[in-house]
C-alpha cells in the first residue's frame, strides 16, 4: 500500500513568510508524527496527534510553529515568519492503531534565505 | 529523561565483512522501546526493528540481528556478510512507554566498499 506522502517535498521560501508542510499519513493510522532532522544530526521530536487530538506539542521550538490535524487524517505544520535557522527537513512519521511503531515519510527538504 | 549514544560516528569495512553498530541508551523508565531506522544515501528513514524492555531476547532477520542487553543499557546493531546496499546511517532511538516521542541518536555512518 502508499507510505506516508508528504507535500511539497522541496520549499525555498524567503525570511519572514509563512509556508504550510503537509502529511498524509498511512491509511488506517491514528497517530501522526512530526519531526524536524538538522543536516548531520538525527531526527529531533516536534509534536503529535492521536486522531485530530494533539497529545504532546513540546518539541515545537517556540510560537511561530503550530500543527493541526482537524480531521485525524492529513496534517500541517505551519511555520510563521520563518527564519534561517529553521530550514531543516521536515518529517511526518504515521503509526496503525496500537503499535509504537512509526512509518516515515520521504520528508519536506525546506530551506530559508 | 532519555539519553541515546551513538559513540561510533562512521565505520568503513569491506564488503563480507561483519560489522557491528553499538547503541547505548539511558533511561529512568523501567518499560520502554527500543528502535533502529536506516537512512541510505537517498534519504528515506527506514523502519528495521523495534524491541521493548521486557524482551532481552536477540532477535535475527536475514543478515541482521540485534543484542539488546538491559544489565549494560545497550542495544547492539550487527550486519553479517555486509553488502554495499547496507551503506547508510543507521540511527538508535528509545522511547518511554506512555510517551511516543523517538528520542534519535546521532547515528553512525557505515561505508560498505566493494
Known amino acids: 500500500g502508499a507510505g506516508v506522502s508528504q507535500s511539497p517535498r522541496y520549499k525555498v521560501t524567503k525570511r519572514g513568510q509563512d509556508v504550510a508542510l503537509r502529511c498524509d499519513p498511512i491509511?488506517?493510522?491514528?497517530?501522526l508524527y512530526w519531526y524536524r532532522q538538522a543536516l548531520g544530526q538525527g531526527p529531533e521530536f516536534l509534536t503529535y496527534?492521536?486522531?485530530?487530538?494533539?497529545?504532546?506539542k513540546s518539541g515545537l521550538p517556540n510560537d511561530r510553529f503550530s500543527a493541526e490535524r482537524p480531521e485525524g487524517s492529513i496534517s500541517t505544520l505551519t511555520i510563521q515568519r520563518t527564519e534561517q535557522r529553521d530550514s531543516a527537513m521536515y518529517r511526518c512519521?504515521?503509526?496503525?492503531?496500537?503499535?509504537?511503531?512509526?512509518?516515515f515519510g520521504p520528508g519536506t527538504r525546506l530551506t530559508v534565505l | 529523561a532519555q539519553k541515546v549514544t551513538q559513540a561510533q560516528t562512521e565505520i568503513s569495512v569491506v564488503e563480507k565483512e561483519d560489522v557491528t553498530l553499538d547503541c547505548v541508551y539511558e533511561?529512568?523508565?523501567?518499560?520502554?522501546?527500543l528502535f533502529w531506522y536506516k537512512q541510505p544515501p537517498s534519504g528515506e528513514l527506514v523502519f528495521l526493528i523495534r524491541?521493548?524492555?521486557?524482551?532481552?531476547q536477540n532477535e535475527i532477520s536475514g543478515r541482521y540481528s540485534w543484542n539488546f542487553q538491559k544489565s549494560t543499557s545497550s542495544f547492539n546493531f550487527t550486519i553479517t556478510a555486509s553488502q554495499v546496499v547496507d551503506s547508510a546511517v543507521y540511527f538508535c532511538?528509545?522511547?518511554?512507554?506512555?510517551?511516543?516521542?523517538?528520542?534519535f541518536g546521532t547515528g553512525t555512518r557505515l561505508l560498505v566498499s566493494p
Open positions: 512519521a504515521s503509526s496503525p492503531p496500537g503499535e509504537t511503531s512509526q512509518y
Open positions: 491509511s488506517g493510522h491514528v497517530s
Open positions: 496527534f492521536n486522531y485530530e487530538a494533539q497529545q504532546d
Open positions: 533511561t529512568r523508565d523501567t518499560t520502554y522501546y
Open positions: 532511538a528509545p522511547m518511554n512507554t506512555g510517551f511516543q516521542k523517538l528520542v
Open positions: 524491541r521493548n524492555s521486557f524482551d532481552e
